[in-house]
């Protein structure tokens, strides 16, 4: 018998993105690999403008990408999808462009809320406030309500690269009381790193994590229809059993 065939997905995110390649790899089944590449913008600041911007290299990017034969494409920047109408607007050009499937992360996370019951959420981010109260406002149109928030009040993507992962965890038990007063606790943005904090913060507050890059790799996983349960990133991997 021969080895079993290698399964794909493939992720686009932004030029200056260093955490998805990291963190979702070492996740990955023996059987199932990823394959990146960036989309263009004029600068790296968290700016509605320079987000938004990113669209206009789609269709450079997702064809590109379509040729290592991915079965989805993820669309993995969590503010470039929340941000104006339709959160699925992106993933729709994509599939039309390509023919593959593709989903965004902003549409990952709250189908991950979703499938975990959070109603209500504490939101942690590394967004200037501007961001937060349209991500507030973006959770709220998919039912979700966000209690209150905090942030790093980041910049441009390279602050974000700077937070190390223990920080984000820091600052979550700094809101122990409010987030355990929630249904769970979100942590928003693929460039910030996560993965490595999630079981231990549902354990200690008791509720579960959500967090972008986890949300999107389970989005990609499960719509490839692989199983998940195996993988420790969180009880949002569970609820797939």
Known sequence: MGEAPIRRFGVLFPPGNVAMERELPPLLPEEVAMHCNRLSRPDSSLSEASLLAMEASVDRAASDLAQTQPEVIVYGCTSGSFLGEDDGAIARKITALTGIPAVTTATSVWQAMRALAMARVYMITPYPDELNRQEADFLRHHGIEVAAWDSFQCRNSEEIRRVPSREVSTLAMSHAREISACD?????????????????????????VVTSN????????????????????????????
Do not use: Y
């Open 214 to 241: 986890q949300a999107s790799l389970w989005a990609a996983l499960t719509r490839m229809k692989i199983d998940v349960t195996g993988i420790s990133a969180g009880r949002l991997f569970k609820a797939a059993a």
């Open 184 to 208: 769970g606790l979100f942590i928003s943005c693929t460039q910030l790193h996560t993965l490595d904090q999630i079981e231990r913060l549902e354990r200690e507050l008791n509720v579960p």
